[in-house]
């Protein structure tokens, strides 16, 4: 079974940063990416960013600029660097996995419990 575990959330003023983490607690996994997704009340679930396997990197044009995803594949970890924080990035920020484990090593997605950031003077 993968869990993901994530952490860094909170409630900052306009311009400030926060770094949230996930780690994905499996002993034997194979990722295929990680990143972050968010969400408000009553709209849809939007891609933040994404790292690849081979380190490539997909983000939301909102947050170019802004935001840095990195990893650390020996330790299933990723990490989302966001800085100059804006009052429309206020949202639940979930964390999401793509990949596979025994036995079968079919394709999987996962999503963490999820972490509020709220930007707010």
């Known amino acids: 079974q993968v869990q993901l575990v994530e952490s860094g959330g909170g409630l900052v003023q306009p311009g400030g940063s926060l770094r949230l983490s996930c780690v994905a607690s499996?002993?034997?996994?194979?990722?295929?990416?990680m990143g972050w997704y968010r969400q408000d009340p009553g709209k849809q679930r939007e891609l933040v960013a994404l790292i690849t396997h081979s380190n490539m990197t997909t983000y939301q044009e909102s947050v170019k600029g802004r935001f840095t995803i990195s990893s650390d594949n020996a330790k299933n970890t990723a990490h989302l660097q966001m800085n100059n924080l804006k009052p429309e990035d206020t949202a639940v920020y979930y964390c999401y996995l793509a990949g596979r484990t025994p036995p079968t090593f079919t394709l999987t997605t996962y999503w963490g419990q999820g972490t509020q950031v709220t930007v707010s003077s």
């Open positions: 499996a002993s034997i996994l194979d990722i295929n990416a």
